[in-house]
């Protein structure tokens, strides 16, 4: 590079060493002033690019470029006077430097075709200036706002967030901006919960997202709007580690200008470990870029030219050297078309479109490694970028990530710096709701099994007891089949307190049929009525486990920022409260024929015929639980312990009890009749066989 440098500078002093160098200028357009002044870090970067364009013999040879530059406060009315006004009155600009302000450039742009100029520019994003129907002549060295939406969107997915709030500043930029992420937003299935946007004070917008209990936040604002808010959420204390803000690039240290009634620490706090997306800008370290520089070479001299100050823009001085390249190289390949017309750069006018068009085509085309990275334009005139995402990380923006829209993939770049999380776990997108079953306590449910264990024992005994003597008479003449039926009624009984603690979650097989088997140990034996009634059941409304969800027992977990609901598993069906109608019917009826029974007995005289008694004793046992069980079981469904334990109590307790007033007798007669008492053993045998005629009717 440098002996081209050189051989050309030989031909250069050949031809022209007596020629005078013709100037060539461009306008700039720099905001030092106002919302944005990034023209005090922009502006001295591009005094410094047309340093080494005109030291470059290679770069416009026989012409010296020069800028005229003009302080346009980022307010749009001032940059349209300024062009005005300097093309009426200056020398013939043939390019337009600039704006920064996207307001601003939108209007001159906008204009400048009329004037036949190209605008390039370092530092706009507005999305509409996108349009080349609008701006035809406009390009600029950083991406579109939109363009920028595919990062945060790829940044939403890779964290899975699916719910989102939007609050951005009334300007123009920013309201295309999220117009265009809603848009895709809704393609990648990502809800967004709550839009919200402030012209002047951010307060009431701010409340509301307290209000909605916003969690992942869009925003999209400008330096000074964006103290406003963070100030206003830390006074409602709006902030924490479960707020994730994703907004556009702000300067360094934005939060340090008082302009606000909040301390500079207390915005900070309030904004949090937020998300920067903006333009990324790639160093080549010691390596020179196409213009023969190095990153080190010229952030030395921009820092010499700067005196050290951390001015605003610094960190968009690498555009601005870009853009002056990009004014260079176009004008330098329009003079070659030029060569052997008879026309220069010098002849361009305002009224020259020929010219204006060569200008125009050879910007498009321009493509060169720069200190930034590569350097060329898409049909929109915008350059071809990656995105860079940054997190504030104590008080610093640290990049963690890059988007590069033309990868595959779209998936992030991640470096080495991880993402920070104050509590070191990922917000959430939302108040999470989980449903975790209650479980029934396995001590409840042991002692419960040990008692229902006791009673089948002592059922099996009775059993046992039933089948050996069943040749003695006073066995044989209490029907010991009816016995045996009755005994083994009891014992699947019992298995309903077994049955009942098992999980039916992930047991489900237990409700098919489970309603079967707890029908039959309500009503202890097994009749073809019930059977047909539960064939039908099964058939017409098979049961399945339903989950129940307890909201008024609902728990919040606020570190892992989730409320635990607890939920109850139960079997059901979808006829079930007309099948339990016509089994509960039909047992009523058994019952008050039992109680009709015994009424109609109880005044015979002879006490071995009379036994309504005991028969009343029973019904009365059966009544009483089931009135008390009933209620118990429809109403306490949310209480699993206390439901369980009561029912399984009532079932132990009514079937022992029915199997005592049944069988204790029976052993009783035996007992005397094995002795010889025969008179009182047929008094027994008596009493024995009508309680036993009862009990079938029951």
């Known amino acids: 590079m440098f002996i081209l440098h050189y051989l050309v500078f030989l031909h250069f002093l050949h031809g022209q060493t007596f020629a005078a160098l013709k100037d060539l200028y461009i306008l700039g357009l720099f905001p030092m002033e106002g919302e944005w002044n990034v023209g005090l870090g922009t502006q001295p970067a591009a005094e410094l690019a047309l340093e080494y364009v005109n030291n470059d013999v290679a770069v416009l040879p026989g012409y010296r470029l020069n800028m005229i530059w003009n302080n346009t406060k980022c307010n749009a009315g001032l940059g349209i006077n300024t062009l005005g006004h300097m093309t009426c009155n200056g020398p013939t600009f043939i390019m337009l430097l600039g704006a920064g302000c996207s307001s601003v450039s939108e209007v001159v742009a906008e204009a400048a075709n009329l004037w036949n100029l190209v605008q390039v520019s370092y530092g706009s994003s507005s999305p509409a200036l996108t349009n080349k129907v609008r701006y035809p002549t406009f390009f600029r060295l950083v991406v579109s706002l939109n363009e920028d939406n595919y990062a945060r969107v790829a940044l939403l997915q890779h964290f899975n967030w699916t719910r989102v709030t939007t609050i951005h500043e009334l300007k123009h930029m920013f309201s295309m901006m999220m117009e265009d992420i809603q848009g895709i937003l809704i393609k990648k299935r990502i809800e967004i919960t709550h839009m919200y ?11 509301q997202l307290k209000e909605h209990d916003a969690r992942i936040i869009i925003g999209a604002f400008i330096e000074n709007k964006a103290r406003q808010l963070f100030c206003e959420a830390f006074k409602i204390r709006f902030s924490g580690p479960k707020i994730v803000w994703v907004i556009p690039h702000l300067e360094d240290n934005w939060w340090k200008v008082n302009d606000t009634d909040c301390t500079s620490n207390e915005i900070l706090s309030a904004a949090g470990n937020y998300f920067s997306i903006s333009t990324f800008f790639e160093s080549f370290g010691t390596k020179q870029d196409d213009n023969g520089f190095t990153l080190q070479k010229f952030m030395s001299d921009y820092n010499t030219k700067t005196d050290y100050e951390m001015r605003p823009g610094h960190d968009m001085a690498q ?8 004014i260079a190289r176009a004008l330098n390949a329009t003079m070659a078309d030029l060569k052997n017309t008879g026309y220069g750069l010098e002849n361009f006018t305002y009224t020259n479109t020929n010219m204006g068009e060569l200008i125009k085509n050879n910007t498009r085309k321009v493509n060169f490694n720069s200190l930034s990275g590569h350097v060329f334009f898409d049909k929109y005139g915008d ?46 997108d939302s108040l999470k709701t989980v449903s975790g079953p209650l479980v029934l306590s396995q001590i409840l449910y ?9 009673g089948m024992v002592l059922a099996l005994c009775f059993l046992v007891f039933n089948i050996k003597f069943r040749n003695k008479r006073i066995i044989k003449m209490s029907s010991p ?10 014992i ?11 999980n039916k979650r992930e047991l489900p097989a237990v409700c098919q049929p489970p309603n079967d088997i707890d029908l039959f140990i309500k009503i202890g034996i097994i009749t073809g009525v019930n059977v047909s009634i539960m064939v039908l059941w099964s058939i017409l409304s098979p049961s399945y486990p339903e989950q129940i969800i307890m909201y008024d027992w609902k728990v919040y977990y606020p570190i892992k920022d989730i409320v635990l609901v607890p939920a109850i598993w139960h079997c059901t069906s979808v006829y079930d409260e007309y099948f339990n109608f016509i089994v509960y019917g039909f047992q009523a009826i058994i019952l008050l024929l039992g109680v009709f029974l015994a009424f109609t007995t109880r005044k015979v005289t002879i006490p071995a015929l009379n036994d309504s008694k005991a028969t009343g004793l029973c019904i009365y046992n059966v009544i009483v639980l089931s009135t008390l069980g009933l209620p118990v079981a429809l109403l306490l469904k949310d209480n699993l312990n206390f439901q369980y334990g009561l029912i399984c109590t009532l079932m132990i307790v009514g079937t022992t009890v029915i199997q005592m007033l049944i069988f204790l007798p029976k052993v009783s007669a035996l007992k005397k009749y094995l002795k010889g008492d025969d008179t009182e053993c047929r008094s027994t045998i008596n009493k024995i066989s009508t309680s036993v005629k009862v009990d079938q009717d029951l």
């Open 197 to 207: 946007q402030f012209s002047e004070s951010p307060r009431v917008s701010v409340q």
């Open 319 to 326: 555009a601005a050297y870009d853009s002056v390249w990009v």
């Open 383 to 428: 350059v071809i970028r990656m995105s860079m995402i940054q997190q504030l990380q104590d008080a610093k923006l640290v990049t963690v990530a890059l988007y590069d829209k033309l990868n595959i993939g779209n998936e992030l770049i991640w470096n080495s710096s991880r993402v920070l999380w104050l509590n070191g776990i990922v917000p959430s």
């Open 446 to 454: 042991g002692i419960m099994c040990v008692f229902a264990a006791l």
């Open 481 to 490: 089949n009816i016995n045996n039926v009755i005994l083994v009624g009891c």
């Open 492 to 502: 699947l009984a019992y298995t309903f307190v077994f049955v009942t603690g098992m």
